[in-house]
């Protein structure tokens, strides 16, 4: 069994009889490269470049009869047609679905490539290709293109233009070299310094006590900026190393046969990366910048109604309901005593941190000197900032809120948590903590009365811790979700795969996501097609990152435990840390960065 | 080895359709044994009238509790004296009888935490209506009393009269009453029928016969007082009925349909038991 890869609109333009050259290595199924007239075949073979390079004369083509393979006889034989990948415009062809986020992170989104290799390694059992070697064929087709130029190059003869094509680019080098490196030389101690300050930045807001990047989104914010900022001199050098030695491959190709070998795609997706990151930090400053303009236009106005609402929502509501609570609403019946205790208690919280910051921070020239604020910090670092920083700002005057919800939700589970306790009391059992169960045990006269009416005022007191940890548990949940919604904004603005996403619309060779072998009008012919990344694919860890906040936050097991009382957070860093998953989890060490750059500018 | 006869219809076995298995026939000749030696004398009339007469007894001394709380309640007593009268008198009774069980330390822990709790108890259902609270306790005096035949002395009847005597409780006006309510309630109910007990056990039957007769005394001339001779009358010819005809009726029901016996109910024919 044979496979001929056969590239398309090779036959474009060609009459009568040619011989077919191919070239193939070990493993691999025969490329063909061209379609040569007799004499040039025979001048490459007297040249001996077909030797050395291993073109090979496999067969003879017809503009009438097409091609016939005369290589090896009575093997049955397969022909596949491709389009061949142009790899100067990062077009190439793979098996499995070019990686968009780093590879160590793939568990984090469930890894749609790893289902992939199952169904492609079933294809291999199938159709028993493991033995002509699917993956190297396929890297050979990608190298195409560099083939076809060896084989010009000897065919033409032109070793001499191409020894003076490179002193060309050696002496255009040499007259830059002076200047370029001293800029090159700037760069790189700017980079350094940029890179040192980011590093240090992100191990503070990472610092294990207190963990800012978990309590703050502007610390998330600022800390997510330092780690690009961090892995950007890595992923130049990587993109950069690899061209550098694209371009010697094409300069010196006599020596190293071996070279050709490596695969250039490696540095791609790394690149699509780098600009989709570049990229949206640029649509950020864009926006940030109308946004700021807009905010500063109508600072007086936001002012005067932000002042309005805050004043309204935080202090005026929150204190007519806590006041209602206290006299039986709705005709529930709720302990007096208790319900008194528990507003008064609120009630002096509200007017306490209400007197404190709540009045002060949101009067009108306060809150324009924030908008200000925001909107240079929206012009200068993005729209991101301004929405990080307009989270935290409503959490923090939220506080109070917050405060109350933790108070009454905790109340509420212990007097349920005590209550169980007491339930098995009454039935005459206990919880055997050693053995996890729950044991019949003899209770002493005192005991069982001291916990019966324990258990009885319990019973009469929970309507009205339910009715405060309700009350609460809405008004977080009020308050929780603009802050959610304005997070998965920032998510949004923050990892969106742009760059991903006009690819697929301009040119989806670039993000191969597998191939397909389509048949060719039901004889042993088929087609190669790149099957470019489907859009889900693409949309993977958003798709991630809504499971994951519908599994935390609308699911029965939460419903369960918020009827249980268990404080409910916002896990904003597990979260969130399916979008991280373009970036390292720890930032390259400064003196790496530093060997790695010195060593690229000397090279 | 030969297989077993089973009692399974959907099995299909190697037997005779007239297969009497060997297994029954031996056990009920035992079960003749059996009824011949233990049954007989186990369920007299007298027995079971003197079982019925001691939860008689107990049902008593649950509406003795129902006597204070009307007395508290409606006719608004002081019942400082009586408190202090009947916890002095279980005082002396518990020296006199040494229990063993009972040292200072419980009964301490239980007045304090009395004391403590009787405030918080008193305005623990006060925006609830009383006829909410007079179904709670009919409910959980029901269940009591349930228990309590079930099995006389467990700690589920006792939590139950507790949380019982707390919803009660909690109806009253002032702290005091609460406090005292709980207290004799609790030496009433818990305590007596301890000392009762031991009584019986002591042989005692006279003394015992005396507090019976004194129970009844007791809430019959307060039925009698509170609801007039009518509902006097009726009350005392059902607890008539309930101590002497039920338990005729009780051995007939015995006899012929209970099926409590482990070998007869092994035989008898099964109801299926669908899912």
Redesign the interface.
Known sequence: MQYVFWPQSLEEGKHGSRTVVAVRESDTGWMVLALLEKQEYSSLVKAGSCEKYGFTNIGKWESSSGFTFEFSKNTALFLVKFKPPRLNLMQFYSLEPIALVLPEKDYLIGSAAGNNHNSLREFHKGSELSEFGLRKSINLINMYRKHLHRLNLASEKGHYRETSQLSLLLARGAVFRRPVTGLRRCAVYLTICAHFLAATLVTFLNMKPLKLVNFSSTAQQIDLRCRQLCYFPEQFLRINNSESSGSSQRTDVKSQTSRIRMFPCNSYPDYIRFYNTIWLIANDVSFGLSLGALLAENQCNIAVFLNDMFTRCLYERVHFVTTALSHNPLGIKLNGELAKFLSDLFLWTIDFSYSMYIKRITSTRCISIFISIVSTASCFFGVTFALAIAVDFVSFLTMHISLFYFISAKMYHWQLHVMQTLLYLFCGKKRNVLRNRVDSNLFELDQLLMGTLFFTILIFLLPTFLIFYVLFTILRLSVLLPELILEFVMALLNHFPLFVLLLRIKDPMRIPGGILLQPIGGGPEFKLKNNPLSLKQILRPYAVLLATMVDNYFTLSTFREILVGFPMTIKRHRMYRVLYSTLPEVPTKTSEVWTSLMSFTNS | MEPRWKRLLWLKQEFPDNHTDPEFLREVSQLQKVEQIARKPSSSYQQVVIDFLLLYHRVLNTGLMYVTFTLLYYYRCDPMYFTGSLTCLSFLAATLFHYARMSL???L??IF??LV?SP??K??????SSDSIWTISGWLTLFYVTSVSVRSQ???S??LL??NV??LG?RLNSTTDVFCFLLIC?ELN?LLPYFERSLLERKLFIIYGATFVANSVVVYYFVALCLGWIYTTVFAFSSLTFVFGLPRYFLYWQDHYCKNEPLLSRWDAKRPILD
């Open positions: 330390k419980s009964p822990i239980i935490s009395m709790l918080v108890l305005s623990l259902s006060r925006t609830t467990s700690i589920v006792t939590n507790v949380a707390a919803v909690s609790i818990v």
